[in-house]
T-cell receptor
Framework: GDSVTQMEGPVTLSEEAFLTINCTYT??????LFWYVQYPGEGLQLLLK?????DKGSNKGFEATYRKETTSFHLEKGSVQVSDSAVYFC??????????????FGQGTELSVKP | SQTIHQWPATLVQPVGSPLSLECTVE??????LYWYRQAAGRGLQLLFY??????ISSEVPQNLSASRPQDRQFILSSKKLLLSDSGFYLC?????????????FGEGSWLTVV
């Protein structure tokens, strides 16, 4: 079945460092890909998404490009801030009409940014 | 704009007691609705999803059940809680597949079974 694999955390960075969180997927069809962020004690918020190959999603300085050839959707940010400390989830949507587009999540990667 | 609310936010229940978590969505009609669980230190697991009133699909066998009595209301229940039911429960909604499959989450409910 479809699955998502993320790099294990926790990831600890200094403020203004470059961030990469790796995400790879396996899917039989043409899924949409997502990054969600979960701040401590809160629900999940959509960070960015891409719906087809070579699309780049971006938001709040974060970027991820849908790479079909490498089945990857790595999250990047050029300069992280303390406020970016959170758990980041990569996810794919099966996008099957009858199934309502369920999300399959990776295990999450905890990011801790130190001042 | 669309909003989603779930309650209660925090719940401490004894083993063997019943459970009811409620979720409502506003600002949209005929949404797809979901219940996810996040156990401590783990990723998210889809428990139930619904594409319409009275239509519930269960993803994993468990001690929980879900119901959708109205278009924008989704309820997670249990008759007798187990210790292993502890976790963070998230309700979510999405439009149909033509609108891009983006899923939006509620604030979550922390359940501790003691």
């Amino acid at each position: 079945g479809d699955s998502v694999t993320q790099m294990e955390g926790p990831v600890t960075l200094s403020e203004e460092a470059f961030l990469t969180i790796n995400c790879t997927y396996t899917a039989t069809g043409y899924p949409s890909l997502f990054w969600y962020v979960q701040y401590p004690g809160e629900g999940l918020q959509l960070l960015l998404k891409a719906t087809k190959a070579d699309d780049k999603g971006s938001n709040k300085g974060f970027e991820a490009t849908y790479r079909k050839e490498t089945t990857s959707f790595h999250l990047e940010k050029g300069s992280v801030q303390v406020s970016d400390s959170a758990v980041y989830f990569c996810a794919l949507s099966e996008g099957i009409y009858n199934q309502g587009g369920k999300l399959i999540f990776g295990q999450g990667t905890e990011l801790s940014v130190k001042p | 704009s669309q909003t989603i609310h779930q309650w209660p936010a925090t719940l401490v229940q004894p083993v063997g007691s019943p459970l009811s978590l409620e979720c409502t969505v506003e600002g949209t009609s005929n949404p797809n609705l979901y219940w996810y669980r996040q156990a401590a230190g783990r990723g998210l697991q889809l428990l139930f999803y619904s594409v319409g009133i009275g239509q519930i699909s269960s993803e994993v066998p468990q001690n929980l059940s879900a119901s959708r009595p109205q278009d924008r209301q989704f309820i997670l229940s249990s008759k007798k809680l187990l210790l292993s039911d502890s976790g963070f429960y998230l309700c979510a909604w999405s439009g149909d597949s033509f609108s891009g499959n983006t899923i939006y989450f509620g604030e979550g409910s922390w359940l501790t079974v003691v």
